[in-house]
């Protein structure tokens, strides 16, 4: 009886959990896309009140259960060694650090509007300062848990601070576009401004009727337009890790025997090589744009040339990508190494992460394609255009099924069991673990937690590779660099989407924007995603 | 050897069939996204030759589907009896009845615009009508097969299918969508066309300079206001159906005891009659609201006393459904019955579906709550709004945790296991399975149809229901009812999100008849697949 009352306990915290997150997310959507439109009676004031309200509840939740954690003896029994990889809690600090740069630059800059407009403008930059804070520290130290005390009050937490994540991040884009797309209203600049400089015109401050009570002003929204990506990139990485540990909440790890094969770099040459190679030209190029792009603003003639370098280095990588990625399905037609059966929800996740990511750069892509057809592709820019974008979308495709094939695959290596330190207070393993509560757990000390993470290292020495894990392995490590220039490029400013003016013209700023913004950060997350996976399959080929 | 590559063929079609997907999805996205701007060079001639290949290509596999499954003797081993429920097949027809009446008008009414426009807008509903006809047919027929044969050439046609029906559904939204908020250029009616009256205004043609050629056609406009809606439920139907079969190809159904219970409607009475006396009720009061609300386009205050007898009307149905809810969430709570422990693949899909269409309706509820809230809901009808808004999404949330819960539950009733015929060429259960190819089944001729699908009738005879069971009972029978004139209602016209004009002001009809016209398409799904799970949970208890 007492594990029927457990089971339905569990069962109504998940779904009290997902129903309101889905409510505060339709919730923040509604506010969001009401304060999008000028005409829409919602204040952004409105929009950042609610926000106010979520963030501080959502940084409260955090500081107890880090707290609570900390305070009692073994809180938490069993880690999930996948959840958490290191490039997804670097990614978050990396990006922690640059919004609260952003959040100082805006603090910084909104109290110079403090005369002549609301306090809430400057308290929202300082509280989500905090919130960032808090939740970096939060997730750098707890992404791993599989928490086991008071559940459901947990899982109300993370349910939270993911939904509180997705509103941020909804608002980010939104906020964004719009500094992108409105038309200045004072028509007495004659210049055309296009892209960036309408964007660093506009961010900050929308009407000319409140000016700037100090002079730097003009200097930090130059600021914002490098420092917003990062912001949109930490909501996404902090929904992505919250889900995770949402998801592992009550879990009991069951170690699928998670091999440690040891990284020899030794073994291959020819990838690295020519991706290194690659990632020096990239580079370079991407900086003589980024420099000439900034400096010949008005000439149209320079910065079509510079465009016309920038498309073509971008085909070059691309088409070799894909080049490498067939050999690569290739070798798998004629390997015949087992699929692994086992079901593994973290696997599932990644997957599901990994196609759901490249979505972004799939709209973004398709979105080039269509305006390249219908406009017949005029002109060389717009023929290196549509080909860039219909190359990625088939560099996408292949590496997609490359990468879920690869992880799908029974490793080379074959390891003996690995031999799990068990727990003591396990005493059945699946589903009795539910039974296990807080008054067994408070009551036990051990070192429950030597058990996990730890691995055999079993090395097996073998004289020669085979050929086609050698083949398997250099396309490896070409895409993982390949892939590590893709992230540089647009992670660091490159924007041709809107330097290039086609789309622009064709969808109208407006529309363009958005999906650009909404695309972009997906596919940044994209890649980097698809060089953890990589490596992964570099490991087990 | 041979298994691994069954396997790896069958990992290979569910891959490249989901890419398939997802690109034609977004390239018809970007179409569908860009015609839906004036500004946006693409006419809608060419999202209807896009359209018209689409539809094409998925008419002609299933044709070819139809006739092979005809002509191949034991075609279909196995059949999924949880698919294609009746409610859904029978929707399905409805609604493609409807739409291709919708078609007819709609090829009568565009031949009379031939002499000054494409014929590609005659084109489109010509083949749209084969498409449906093809479609529904093939669904009827076949929404429960789990296909053994050829199984990577069925995946890809279901996917071409799913991702044809979700880019005419797309379609169909925005299309709707700007025919009712597409400002009238010619400004020589000084009568304010509010809703309704301007959305006949506008459908079926854009402009001025081009004359219908005969008469009737300002009569089939009319009729696109109230049929629209239809072809919208149709595409979304055909997607679900269209979805689970993709999820059985190949799957072996394994009979998880689908218990029949007999049906004994005499167990209970007040629920069902206090929801017919509900159902009865709202029909009398939409009817007079449909009538009097087109009788009184013009006068605001019968318009507004209407208006008030509607929302007054919904606002008792959803208080006493909710009352009801949370009589029966209570108890569930007393109740000890066991949770299903196992995992059943068509029950989660049926509770994704269940939450996922709540969404729509969750979505127009919180756009309402904004709009009133930050209006201040002033008078009557905001407030009754207001009120209205809040009570549904209350009662989606209970409603959907108390369907949830009495889906897990284990039902009241236990019979023996039982016998069902086995297949004589199943060997072993579970993953051998797809080592049974066309070569086996084509030479094994048998009945091995007859072991679907039939089950023991066992029913026990109990002097007396428990009292938990009779309650459990009669809250189902009351609640089923009460979805049933919640769907009525939306299906049949009533709009009184537009009729009442405060969230059209405050959003800009604009953003509102998207906001409308993707939201409530799902919110009568949700009550259709309501009733169907109300059935099952009222069975079960």
New interface residues.
């Given amino acids: 009886?007492n594990g029927?009352l457990k089971?339905?306990s569990r069962?109504l915290g998940i779904?009290?959990s997902?129903?309101i997150c889905?409510?505060i997310l339709?919730?923040g959507?509604?506010?969001v896309?009401?304060s999008a439109?000028k005409?829409?009676?919602?204040s952004s004031s409105?929009l950042q009140i609610f926000l106010i309200v979520l963030l501080l509840l959502t940084s409260i939740w955090m500081v107890y259960y880090v707290t609570f954690t900390a305070r009692t003896e073994n809180a938490i029994a069993y880690k999930d060694c996948h959840a958490g990889p290191i490039w997804l809690r670097g990614g978050l600090v990396l990006f922690g650090l640059l919004t609260i740069i952003m959040d100082i630059f805006k603090i910084a800059s909104y109290v110079g509007y403090l005369h002549c407009d609301s306090a809430v403008k400057v308290a929202f930059p300082v509280v989500q300062l905090i919130f960032v804070l808090v939740q970096t520290y939060f997730l750098w130290i707890h992404a791993m848990d599989c928490v086991e005390l008071q559940r459901n009050i947990t899982r109300f937490g993370l349910m939270l601070t993911l939904s509180t994540n997705l509103v941020v991040w909804m608002t980010a884009v939104t906020e964004e576009s719009l500094h992108q797309t409105t038309v200045p209203e004072y028509p007495s600049n004659t210049t055309k401004l296009s892209g960036r400089s309408l964007y660093i015109n506009r961010a900050g401050y929308g009407d000319d009727t409140c000016k700037c009570s100090h002079t730097s002003c003009s200097l930090f929204k130059e600021a914002y337009y490098y420092l917003y990506p990062f912001n949109i990139e930490f909501s996404l990485f902090a929904s992505a890790m919250t889900y995770i540990m949402w998801k592992n909440v009550g879990r009991v790890t069951e170690e699928h025997g998670h091999r440690k094969i040891k990284f020899r770099p030794t073994e291959v040459f020819l990838g690295p090589v020519a991706g290194v190679l690659l990632v020096v030209a990239g580079l370079a190029t991407f900086i003589v744009y980024e420099m000439e792009i900034l400096k010949y603003n008005r000439d149209e003639d320079k910065k079509d040339k510079v465009l016309m370098i920038h498309f073509v280095m971008n085909i070059v990588i691309v088409t070799l990508m894909s080049v490498s990625t067939v050999i690569g399905c290739a070798i798998y037609q004629v390997d015949?190494r087992?699929?692994v059966?086992d079901k593994n929800p973290t696997r599932s996740l990644d997957v599901g992460l990994l196609?759901g990511a490249s979505?972004g750069q799939?709209?973004i892509s398709?979105?080039s394609?269509?305006?390249m057809a219908?406009?017949g592709a005029k002109g060389y820019l717009n023929g290196l255009n549509l080909a860039w974008a219909i190359l990625m979308?088939i560099q996408l495709?292949l590496q997609?099924?490359f990468i879920?094939?690869g992880l799908?695959r029974e490793p080379f290596h074959e390891v003996q069991p690995i031999s799990v330190l068990a727990n003591p207070y396990v005493l059945q393993p699946g589903?009795d673990m539910s039974i296990l509560e807080e008054s067994d757990m408070d009551t036990t000390p051990g070192p429950v937690l030597t058990a996990d993470c730890l691995h055999n290292l079993t090395v097996e020495h073998r004289p020669k590779l085979l050929w086609k894990r050698w083949v398997l392995k250099e396309v490896c490590a070409f895409l993982l660099l390949g892939n590590v220039i893709l992230w540089i490029m647009p992670a660091f400013g490159a924007r041709p989407q809107f330097d290039h003016a086609t789309e622009t013209e064709?969808?109208?700023f407006n529309?363009w924007a958005a999906v650009v913004n909404v695309g972009l950060p997906f596919g940044i997350f994209y890649r980097m995603h698809s060089v953890a996976s990589l490596f992964e399959v570099f490991l087990t080929s």
């Fill in positions: 009886l029927v089971e339905r069962h779904m009290l997902v129903i889905l409510n339709i919730l959507c509604a506010l896309s009401g439109y005409d829409v009676n919602i409105d015949h087992e699929h059966s196609v979505l799939f709209i398709y979105f394609i269509v305006a219908i406009t979308v495709g997609n099924y879920i094939e799908h589903k064709f969808y109208q529309m």
